[in-house]
Antibody, heavy 119, light 108 residues
Framework: QVQLVHSGAEVKKPGASVKVSCKAS????????IHWVRQAPGQGLEWMGM????????NYARKFLGRVTMTRDTSTGTVYMELSSLTSEDTAVYFC????????????WGQGTLVTVSS | EIVLTQSPGTLSLSPGERATLSCRAS???????LAWYQQKPGLAPRLLIF???SRATAIPDRFSGSGSGTDFTLTISRLEPEDSAVYYC?????????FGQGTKVEIK
């Protein structure tokens, strides 16, 4: 079955960077895009960007340009999202989600990684 | 960036009643590019509707989507207690995805 499994919770200090992973299994890794969506406590969903594992192309939300980097490792079926210059406003659950190219919807989601930014 | 505005913020209804959730876009959205998700506390979102009106796999037929242009609707025809959740619409345009702020459905 399709699974997207996140790395564990992180606690970071303001100004630091965080790198969260999402390991895919149960389907052909290179045939689906992976998106990152975050959710601050008690808030809604915010799209951060996506990566195409087949060619490493990325598309980032304008808000995060220059601060987010998404990469992939095809040998392990893992996608990474690194966010730099963290502030308390980056405290959120970070989800990865799968999209069939061109489908414009996210059919499977990971369980999420809580990132807490605190001094 | 296309802004999606959902209304109402909260809907409180009894089991068996009909729920109508609205999602209005700041500019026209292709129907192929509009989806709805359900999210329960502590869980990841779940895809309900894609391409404005197509139900995702294993979604009960009491969930339906409609609309075009700037106005889209998610209807839950007969509410069940397990439908208590927050519902989000999502669109893709100008190479960017955006979500609405969500509608919370409470079951009395």
């Amino acid at each position: 079955q399709v699974q997207l499994v996140h790395s564990g919770a992180e606690v970071k200090k303001p100004g630091a960077s965080v790198k969260v992973s999402c390991k895919a299994s149960g389907y052909s890794f290179i045939n689906y895009h992976i998106h990152w969506v975050r959710q601050a406590p008690g808030q809604g969903l915010e799209w951060m960007g996506m990566i195409n594992p087949s060619d490493d192309n990325t598309n980032y939300a304008r808000k995060f340009l220059g601060r987010v980097t998404m990469t992939r490792d095809t040998s392990t079926g893992t996608v990474y999202m690194e966010l730099s210059s963290l502030t308390s406003e980056d405290t959120a659950v970070y989800f990865c989600a799968r999209e069939r190219p061109g489908a414009i919807n996210f059919d499977y989601w990971g369980q999420g990684t809580l990132v807490t930014v605190s001094s | 960036e296309i802004v999606l505005t959902q209304s109402p913020g909260t809907l409180s209804l009894s089991p068996g009643e009909r729920a109508t959730l609205s999602c209005r876009a700041s500019q026209s959205v292709s129907s192929n590019n509009l989806a709805w998700y359900q999210q329960k506390p502590g869980l990841a979102p779940r895809l309900l509707i894609f391409a404005a009106s197509s139900r995702a796999t294993a979604i009960p037929d009491r969930f339906s989507g409609s609309g075009s242009g700037t106005d889209f609707t998610l209807t839950i025809s007969r509410l069940e207690p397990e439908d208590s959740a927050v519902y989000y619409c999502q669109q893709f345009g100008s190479s960017q995805y955006t979500f609405g702020q969500g509608t919370k459905v409470e079951i009395k």
